[in-house]
């Protein structure tokens, strides 16, 4: 997941997992479901204030190329290079 400043797609943050932590491998899912993956995260106590938005994406372990997203929901944005969809915001104040 990267936390990117406004609609730009500079990260301030960012963290990498396995899907689910891997307990949910990507071989095991199929089209169209709903991965949900949790996790505890900190931002850094001198972010500016404005708004920020939390990306996720996937990419290869083995080459760290990064996969396009192709499809996106209703309502979900993708980055300037297609590698990340738009989850949710974060308003730092």
């Not at 932590?21 to 949900?36: E, L, N």
């Not at 404005?50 to 209703?74: C, D, F, I, S």
């Amino acid at each position: 997941m990267h936390i990117t400043e406004g609609v730009g797609s500079k990260v301030v943050m960012g963290w990498d997992h396995a899907p689910a932590r891997g307990r949910y491998p990507t071989s095991f899912w199929a089209p169209g479901s709903v991965i949900r993956d949790r996790g505890l995260y900190f931002l850094p106590g001198d972010l500016t204030e404005g708004l920020y938005l939390m990306r996720v994406g996937l990419y290869l372990l083995a080459t760290g190329e990064r996969l396009k997203v192709v499809h996106a929901a209703p309502g979900i944005t993708v980055d300037d290079q297609q590698t990340r969809a738009a989850i949710g915001t974060v308003q730092i104040k």
